[in-house]
Antibody, heavy 123, light 106 residues
């Protein structure tokens, strides 16, 4: 059973960079059949796609966040990362990591999710 | 970008009721759609993938249908544990979530 776990600071100051790690266990990240995804949920709101990355390096980002966003993967540690810079209070949310795929002839949507981590942007 | 319009945004129902939730895509997405259930304080859980395939372990009272632009999630007989918020997710072109449907007790 694949498990994902988010980690990182729960409080970030405005204008700084929000950095989160997702650690994957119970499965390898070396296959390029899966995409590794970040999603967030602002307080009391719905789910918002942030971006995702394949092991090959192909990365796709929400256009509204693309200019501030970096997603990277370290397969040697079975981890992937989110960096979101120049944060404001509007970036306060629960951040989830999730696995999508497998992708072959067809591609499948997110199956395994982390439990989520609340990140508050405040001075 | 593909937009997903989910309706209703909320509904009130009783145990045993049949519940239907709809997602409409702004353009055709074949059957590249999943349905998710989220309970308070928990991560979303996948119920349906490929528009109509039931995730292993999910009760058979849940079903999905549709293709192209119109999709439906049906709960045939609502159970107490089904009161939650439901989201659709298209993965045909990048990812887009529907706005969510909160199912509440009448």
């Amino acid at each position: 059973q694949v498990q994902l776990q988010e980690s990182g600071p729960g409080l970030v100051k405005p204008s700084q960079t929000l950095s989160l790690t997702c650690t994957v266990s119970g499965g390898s990240m070396t296959s390029d059949n899966f995409y590794w995804t970040w999603i967030r949920q602002r307080p009391g709101k719905g789910l918002e796609y942030i971006g995702y990355r394949f092991n090959s390096g192909d990365t796709y980002s929400n256009p509204s966040l693309k200019s501030r966003l970096e997603i990277s993967i370290d397969t040697s540690k079975n981890q992937f990362f989110l960096n979101l810079n120049s944060v404001t209070a509007a970036d306060t949310a629960i951040y989830y990591c999730a696995r999508g795929g497998p992708c072959g002839r067809d591609c499948y949507p997110l199956d395994f999710w982390g439990q989520g981590i609340l990140v508050t942007v405040s001075s | 970008d593909i937009q997903m319009t989910q309706s209703p945004s909320s509904l009130s129902a009783s145990v045993g009721d049949r519940v239907t939730i709809t997602c409409r895509a702004s353009q055709g997405i074949r059957n590249d759609l999943g349905w998710y259930q989220q309970k308070p304080g928990e991560a979303p859980k996948r119920l349906i993938f490929a528009a109509s395939s039931l995730q292993s372990g999910v009760p058979s009272r849940f079903s999905g249908s549709g293709s192209g632009t119109e999709f439906t999630l049906t709960i045939s007989s609502l159970q107490p544990e089904d009161f939650a918020t439901y989201y659709c997710l298209q993965h045909h072109s990048y990812l887009t979530f529907g706005g969510g449907t909160k199912v509440e007790l009448k």
